[in-house]
C-alpha cells in the first residue's frame, strides 16, 4: 500500500468543507493508521517501509505532517523460533533474513507508538523458474514488448511479482581524443576516452500478474513492461533482466485493490482503504493498519541481450558541431561553458580546433546518464 492512499482520504474529507462543516470524530489513533510494505524472503536482505496517515486538524502540530515513520522496531519471527532483528536506515528498515524452512511459518513484528503490530504467519511460497524471457516488436511498430513465461507449476492459481532492472552500453556518435583543460586553458590528450559507458536503471514499480485469463491455465508470454525501439536504452546494445516472486492470491488482490484506490482517486466504485485485504494487525490496542507482508522462499531471474539493430533504433537527435561564426566569436573556456567540448585539435589550422556539443562524445552527458565503468556481469 503506497502512502498516496492518505492523501487520497484527506483530499475526499475535505471536499466535504465545501458543503457544511466535517467533524469526522477519529480519535489520535484512528488518524494515525500504521502502514506497512515489504516481504519477507530466504536468504536476503529484506526492505520495509513504514509510514502513517496525518490529522487534517492544522492546530494538531503532532499528527500533522511527514508521513514516513523513523522510530520503529520491526522484526522477522519464525514458527520455529528463529528471530531476525531490523536495522533502521533513515526511515527505510532493513533486516538480514536467513535461510526459511518451508514448514514453517513466518511473520513480521513491528512495535512503533507503544503497539505491537504483527503481520499473519504465513509459510513460504515457492517461486517456479522463468521458463521464457523474450521481447517482441508491438503492433504499432514503436514499442518493444518485453514477454515472460513462468515455467509450469502444479498449482491451479497462479500469482506473481515482477522486478527489473535494465544496463545499456552507450555509443556516442563522436569520439574525441583531446580535451579542454580550463584550470590552464590548454588543449591536451583526454585521459580517458568518454565515447563508451554503460547506464544503469532499477524499477521501483513491482508488475503483478496471474492466470486467470490464459485457457490453457498456463501463463505465456505476459508482458510485464515496453521500451520505445528509438529510446536512447537501445543506442548500442541493451539488458534486462527479470525478478519473478511467486506471491498468495491474497496480496494479489491486495495490490490490485491498491492500484485501483490509486488509479481511480476516489470514484464512486473505488474501494475504501478499510476493504483492501490487509494482513498487519495491532496486538495490543484496537487501532488500525493497513499493508500485506508476504512471505517468499526464494524468487528466480532470467536475463536477455538486444542489441539497435535488433529492434531498428533510430538516433533521435543529430550531430551538433559549432560553427565557425560561434568558434570565432568565443574563447575556449567560453565554448566549454556552454557545453561544447572539443571533437578535433590540429594546431596547423585555423581555428585549431573543431568543437561538439558535450552529448556528441560524452556519454556521461545529461543526456547519455552512463558511468565509464563497465558492470562486471556485463557480456560481450
Known amino acids: ?13 475535505l471536499c466535504c468543507s465545501c458543503v457544511d462543516e466535517f467533524d469526522a470524530n477519529l480519535s489520535k489513533s484512528d488518524t494515525q493508521v500504521l502502514c506497512v ?3 519477507i524472503q530466504s536468504s536476503t536482505e529484506c526492505f520495509f517501509y513504514l509510514s502513517h496517515s496525518i490529522s487534517i486538524d492544522p492546530d494538531d502540530e503532532e499528527l ?3 508521513l514516513s515513520i523513523y522510530d520503529a522496531e520491526i522484526a522477522v519471527h519464525g514458527s520455529n523460533g528463529n528471530v531476525w532483528k531490523g536495522n533502521n536506515l533513515y526511515g527505510t528498515y532493513m533486516v538480514r533474513v536467513g535461510q526459511l524452512d518451508p514448514s514453517c511459518k513466518y511473520w513480521l513484528e513491528v512495535i512503533w507508538n507503544d503497539n505491537t503490530y504483527t503481520s499473519t504467519p504465513q509459510e513460504p511460497l515457492p517461486t517456479p523458474e522463468i521458463e521464457g524471457l523474450s521481447w517482441e516488436m508491438g503492433i504499432d511498430g514503436q514499442n518493444v514488448n518485453f514477454m515472460v513465461t513462468p515455467a509450469p507449476t502444479s498449482a491451479e492459481k497462479q500469482y506473481y511479482r515482477w522486478n527489473y532492472e535494465e544496463t545499456w552500453e552507450v555509443h556516442t556518435p563522436l569520439t574525441a581524443f583531446y580535451e579542454y583543460a580550463p584550470e590552464t586553458n590548454e588543449i591536451i ?14 524499477n521501483h514499480s513491482p508488475i503483478f500478474g496471474n492466470n486467470e485469463n490464459y485457457e490453457s491455465g498456463q501463463m505465456r508470454n505476459f508482458v510485464i513492461y515496453n521500451v520505445d525501439k528509438d529510446d536512447n536504452r537501445f543506442n548500442y546494445r541493451y539488458y534486462t533482466r527479470v525478478h519473478q516472486t511467486a506471491i498468495s492470491r491474497e496480496e494479489f488482490e491486495y495490490e490490485r485493490l491498491s492500484a485501483q484506490l490509486s488509479n481511480e482517486m476516489g470514484g464512486l466504485f473505488t474501494p ?42 533510430v538516433e533521435k ?17 567560453e565554448l566549454w561553458q556552454r557545453e561544447w567540448r572539443v571533437y578535433e585539435y ?34 560481450d
Request: hydrophobic share 35%; proline share 6%; net charge neutral.
Open 1 to 13: 500500500m503506497r502512502t498516496y492512499i492518505y492523501y487520497i482520504i484527506i483530499a475526499a474529507l
Open 37 to 39: 510494505e515489504g516481504t
Open 64 to 66: 500533522y505532517g511527514g
Open 189 to 202: 590528450p583526454v585521459k580517458t576516452l568518454l565515447n563508451t559507458g554503460w547506464a544503469q536503471h532499477y
Open 272 to 313: 475504501q482503504p478499510s476493504a483492501l485485504p490487509t494482513n498487519i494487525h495491532c496486538q495490543t490496542a484496537d487501532v488500525h493498519a493497513i499493508g500485506y507482508v508476504g512471505v517468499s522462499l526464494n524468487s528466480t531471474s532470467a536475463y536477455i541481450y538486444v542489441t539497435r539493430r535488433d529492434v531498428g533504433h
Open 317 to 333: 537527435r543529430r550531430v551538433e558541431i559549432a560553427d565557425e561564426e560561434t568558434v570565432s566569436k568565443s574563447t575556449w573556456k
Open 346 to 379: 590540429r594546431p596547423e589550422f585555423d581555428p585549431p580546433v573543431s568543437w561538439a556539443s558535450r552529448w556528441c562524445v560524452d556519454c556521461t552527458s545529461p543526456y547519455w546518464g552512463a558511468s565509464l565503468v563497465r558492470p562486471s556481469f556485463w557480456e
